[in-house]
């Protein structure tokens, strides 16, 4: 990563790169990197801006590993939108943060190693928390109360990965201005996401939505949108992208 920052490489091409490399292939070190993402992007940062200062604000100080470790999610980077010209016709604002105090704050929120390690201990087939089994299927809410309230629906992840593409339901229930999202669907959906996760190199929110939309055709993409909020569709995907690591690792071995 390190060599990937200073070539201006970018992090495909430096694993694509690494095909090989200590008896492992490119896709292995693509799901390493994934796991262990947030903690090769912090070292790599710290590599680039030198060793932390303990004459600095605690606020600003970089959150360090505990002992222990745990399992790892990939790493989000906030980004500072520019203002736009029109801007200069009003009062003139505060300048920007420079970069690295954007990193050292993003940085300094992040979850502490230990709690992340406290959530790994969880079984892999568990329900996600919700609030109604079964709701209309409406596009998105409508105001910030509608979105407060909405169900959050009760998903079961299995503890292994489906051997082929899920079968669209065919249990479809009439409800509201569409159908009911019924356990077909919650399968179906869990299903989908195990699957892509399985199949494709970089499974992302969009991709998943596009091939539920494009199969399951009696529910919009809005309505699946809205469904991967409320079913914590976030969470489903890292259950798969785990299972897929735990299983490129154990056909290395």
Not at 21 to 28: C, L, V
Not at 157 to 181: C, D, M, Q, R, W
Not at 211 to 234: D, E, V
Request: proline share 8%; hydrophobic share 30%.
């Amino acid at each position: 990563m390190r060599a990937a920052r200073s070539s201006d490489m970018t992090r495909y091409a430096i694993l694509e790169d690494m095909n090989g490399r200590h008896g492992h292939s490119a896709e292995w070190w693509r799901t390493y990197y994934l796991i262990f993402a947030d903690d090769i992007d912090r070292l790599v940062q710290a590599d680039v801006e030198g060793p932390d200062s303990d004459d600095r604000p605690l606020a600003t100080r970089r959150t360090k590993p505990l002992n222990g470790g745990g399992t790892l999610k990939p790493v989000i980077f906030s980004t500072v939108a520019s203002s736009s010209s029109s801007s200069r016709k009003r009062k003139e604002r505060p300048a920007s943060p420079s970069p690295s105090e954007v990193s050292d704050t993003v940085e300094a929120m992040s979850v502490p190693t230990s709690h992340r390690s406290s959530r790994s201990a969880r079984k892999v087939a568990r329900p996600v928390k919700r609030q109604d089994d079964r709701a209309s299927d409406s596009d998105e809410p409508r105001g910030g109360a509608a979105k407060a309230s909405e169900p959050h629906y009760k998903l079961t992840i299995p503890s292994s990965l489906p051997e082929h593409a899920p079968s669209v339901p065919t249990n479809l229930v009439p409800g509201g201005k569409g159908y009911l999202f019924t356990e077909e669907d919650f399968a179906y959906f869990v299903d989908t996401v195990l699957w892509q996760a399985k199949t494709e190199p970089n499974p992302g929110r969009q991709t998943i939505l596009a091939a539920l939309s494009a199969q399951a055709t009696h529910h919009t993409w809005g309505s699946w949108k809205s469904f991967w909020r409320r079913a914590n569709g976030p969470e489903v995907l890292r259950e798969g992208l785990r299972m897929v690591a735990a299983t490129v690792v154990a056909k290395q071995e």
